[in-house]
């Protein structure tokens, strides 16, 4: 089974909630994308998106980051 360590990717007051709907609508992607260029997957699209969430190719904000940077 994947268990990998998510203290880095819930630095900076990440929360679980907002880490679990990043990685489910970036697999979403990911799947999508394999469909339509008619790929054939050998790894899930979860694993796929939580690895490239720990790698640091994405950046999750949380919605009170959004709100605070609106006002600025």
Same mark, same amino acid.
């Given at each position: 089974?994947?268990? =990998?360590? *998510?203290?880095? @990717?819930?630095? $900076?007051? +990440? /929360?679980?909630?907002? *880490?679990? !709907?990043? !990685?489910?609508? *970036?697999?979403?992607?990911? /799947?999508?994308?394999?469909?339509?260029? $008619?790929?054939?997957?050998? &790894? %899930? =699209? @979860? /694993? +796929?998106?939580?690895?490239?969430?720990?790698? $640091? %190719?994405?950046?999750? @904000? &949380? =919605?009170? &980051? &959004?709100?605070?940077?609106?006002?600025?």
């Amino acid at each position: 089974m994947f268990n =990998p360590d *998510l203290k880095n @990717v819930l630095k $900076g007051n +990440v /929360s679980r909630y907002s *880490l679990v !709907t990043a !990685t489910a609508k *970036l697999a979403r992607e990911i /799947s999508d994308q394999a469909l339509e260029d $008619g790929e054939i997957m050998t &790894e %899930k =699209p @979860v /694993s +796929v998106a939580l690895d490239e969430l720990i790698e $640091g %190719k994405y950046r999750i @904000v &949380e =919605p009170t &980051e &959004e709100a605070k940077d609106d006002e600025d």
